[in-house]
């Protein structure tokens, strides 16, 4: 069944993070009905903070008071039935009704929070703070920004592993649900970053080491599909 795009968005001004996490961590914290998807033999795990824009269902104007917002999303790399996708351990957001509407229509574990971004001259200032009533606490206070020029990242490449997927997994009890996802390659940058506070993967349970692999994109559009039955 071919994907039925009904949401469309923009995601500006985003930040990959990415560290390399021993699978048998792992392997205990994504459900079993997920394949891991390794890279020489390692999972990862990503933070990506950026502002969300433009959201709107397909062939109508952006929904006031939701369309537009921070989030930061904190993802490994999984695969069902040979298709590669996300799975997202949490989704950070700073807008009350996005938060209730995603969980409830993606099944994804979706967090209030109050969250600031800063642009000054070729960096971003971000800070994130989880808020969520009974969630584990959580907080991201980076600043980041290009230092070089937009490129392409080659097919076999890890760039092209850790970013070019066009499914997310969620789960709602047992049942798996897949949601399809439709943008132009990343126009990825190299990436500065400074982090002062970090413990976005560590609410989930992940230990992180070590400076992260970065890159950065000034502006992606995407078109979301509805979730089904995987």
């Not at 985003?14 to 020489?40: C, I, K, N, Y």
């Not at 959580?138 to 490129?151: K, T």
């Not at 993967?201 to 078109?223: C, M, N």
């Amino acid at each position: 069944m071919r994907a039925m795009f009904i949401m469309s968005q923009r995601w500006n001004d985003l930040l990959f993070m990415h560290w390399p996490v021993p699978a048998t961590q792992m392997r205990g914290l994504v459900p079993s009905s997920l394949e891991l998807d390794l890279f020489d033999a390692s999972a990862w795990v990503s933070v990506t903070p950026f502002y969300l824009s433009h959201l709107r269902p397909r062939g109508l104007p952006p929904l006031p008071g939701v369309s537009a917002f921070p989030e930061v999303n904190v993802r490994t790399y999984v695969t069902r039935a040979g298709r590669a996708g996300v799975y997202f351990f949490s989704l950070d957001a700073g807008n009350r009704l996005a938060v209730t509407g995603a969980r409830a229509t993606y099944h994804l574990p979706y967090f209030r929070a109050l969250m600031t971004i800063t642009r000054v001259p070729g960096k971003v200032q971000y800070h994130s703070h989880r808020t969520h009533p009974n969630a584990r606490p959580a907080e991201l206070s980076v600043e980041y920004g290009a230092i070089g020029d937009v490129y392409r990242s080659a097919p076999g490449s890890l760039d092209h592993f850790l970013t070019e997927r066009y499914s997310l997994f969620a789960l709602d009890g047992r049942r798996v649900y897949r949601a399809d996802i439709a943008h132009e390659p990343w126009p990825l940058q190299p990436a500065e970053v400074t982090i002062r506070t970090n413990t976005m993967a560590s609410a989930a349970g992940i230990d992180v080491v070590g400076r992260p692999r970065a890159s950065f994109a000034k502006r992606l559009d995407v078109g979301v599909a509805l979730p089904r039955r995987a």
